[in-house]
Every structure is written in structure tokens, then in C-alpha cells.
Nanobody, 115 residues
């Protein structure tokens, strides 16, 4: 059974940093792509950052230069390093991975940025 488990969320002041982790129950190299999404109440879930199997990455314009997605294949873990956090980054952050055409999701981790 494929599971994705996020961790690392919490409360941080504006300008601070957090690192989110997403641990997979299977080899992350099996996923054609993995990404981080976020959602606030009343809004659609949006893509924050994505990493493709070959290593290419892409980011939402709102986080470019501040967030970095990376992976550790040996640990089957994908990370989201978030720097220079802003109150508007407050959201539930979800990890997602596409495996053989199926999208899998974690349960999310809450990030709250205070002003």
C-alpha cells in the first residue's frame, strides 16, 4: 500500500524558515513525479513545487527563490525547504506523487506564518 506521510509543519514568524518532509512507503524513484501542494479554506489546492523523476523541478511563481524541493532517494523522502516565509504562505501543505498513472496524497501538515 502506497503511503505518503508529511511532517515538519508548525508555527513560524514571518521571515522564518521551515523544512517539510514527505516520507513514502515505496521507493520515490518509482514515482514519475512528486510535488507539494497547499490549500487554504475556501480556495482550491494549488501546486507549490514539483520534482520530476529525472530531477527537473518547477515552482509556483509565488514561491520562486524562496522554496526549494529536493529528494533523498535512499530515505524515500521528498523535502520542501521554505525560507523567507510570509503570512500568505499559511496553508495546509500536502505531498503528492504519481505512480503508474495514479495520484497519491498525504494527509497534510499545517504551516502557519504569523506577521
Amino acid at each position: 500500500q502506497v503511503q505518503l506521510v508529511e511532517s515538519g509543519g508548525g508555527l513560524v514568524q514571518a521571515g522564518g524558515s521551515l523544512r517539510l518532509s514527505c516520507a513514502a512507503s515505496v521507493s520515490i524513484f518509482s514515482f514519475s513525479r512528486m510535488g507539494w501542494y497547499r490549500q487554504v479554506p475556501g480556495k482550491q489546492r494549488e501546486l507549490v513545487a514539483q520534482i520530476i523523476r529525472g530531477g527537473d523541478t518547477n515552482y509556483a511563481d509565488s514561491v520562486k527563490g524562496r522554496f526549494t524541493i529536493s529528494r533523498d532517494n535512499a530515505k524515500n523522502t521528498v523535502y520542501l525547504e521554505m525560507n523567507s516565509l510570509k503570512p500568505e504562505d499559511t496553508a495546509v501543505y500536502y505531498c503528492s506523487g504519481r505512480l503508474y498513472g495514479t495520484d497519491y496524497w498525504g494527509k497534510g501538515t499545517l504551516v502557519t506564518v504569523s506577521s
